[in-house]
């Protein structure tokens, strides 16, 4: 009864969160909606007992691809309120896209069939001697390893467009010049200044002076007085 009462609850903060997170008008809130989403998800992997799915989905999700999410929106530097202005040129476009996608998610949906053994397996015991990792590990890198592995390249190419979208050409950065460091000769000479005579015998430069403020010139006024 807690339990399902509890699957209940998780449930809904995440669909209302996942409603919140592609309408929120702005994405800081938006990538902290998403990460309210991964709390509940991972409760729900809790209840299901898929510990191992929440801990990753914690550690992972939360902590690295979220705050990464949150530190492209916040280097990007979208001009939302030119965004906006657009919103109803694209709006046809993005509505078919939509419809397309509805559409396959019905026919998905619409094939889906349960085993005939389904209830059954809910009543089979665990099996002795094998974690909820290791049965995890066992069965995505054997039956799913080319699915696993496409979808770390499709990772990978996320990773490289955000940075080249945050990559920012700046004349005046510091830049590395292999050359240059592979040209230099290995023989360091040693200065040795004479005593007394500090760094000005090593030729090194220092900053200039301040100027010296110069004295007022005295004004001479009419009956000799200065």
Do not use: C
């Not at 990007?76 to 078919?96: H, K, N, S, T």
């Not at 419809?99 to 089979?124: K, P, T, Y």
């Amino acid at each position: 009864m807690i339990a399902g009462l509890a699957f209940y609850l998780f449930a809904f903060i995440l669909i209302a969160s996942a409603v919140m997170v592609v309408t929120s008008r702005n994405p800081v809130y938006s990538v902290l909606y998403l990460i309210l989403a991964f709390f509940n998800a991972a409760a729900l992997f809790l209840i299901a007992g898929a510990e191992f799915l929440a801990m990753i989905l914690v550690i992972v999700y939360v902590g690295a691809v979220a705050v990464l999410f949150l530190f492209v929106v916040m280097m990007l530097d979208i001009d939302f309120a030119q965004m906006r202005e657009g919103f109803q040129r694209y709006l046809p476009v993005g509505a078919v896209i939509g419809g397309i996608l509805f559409l396959e998610l019905l026919l998905v949906l619409g094939a889906w069939r349960f085993a005939a053994d389904v209830g059954d397996l809910r009543l089979s015991p665990t099996p002795a001697g094998v974690s909820n990792t290791e049965a995890l590990g066992r069965v995505i890198y054997t039956d799913y390893i080319y699915l696993f592995q496409a979808s770390g390249l499709i990772l990978l190419v996320a990773m490289i467009g955000a940075i080249v979208l945050t990559l920012r050409d700046k004349p005046t950065a510091r830049r590395q010049n292999i050359a240059e460091q592979i040209a230099r000769s290995s023989e360091v000479v040693m200065a040795q200044p004479a005593v007394g005579a500090g760094i000005n015998r090593a030729e090194i430069l220092r900053p200039l002076p301040p100027p010296v403020a110069e004295k007022p010139k005295p004004v001479a006024h009419e009956g000799g007085h200065h």
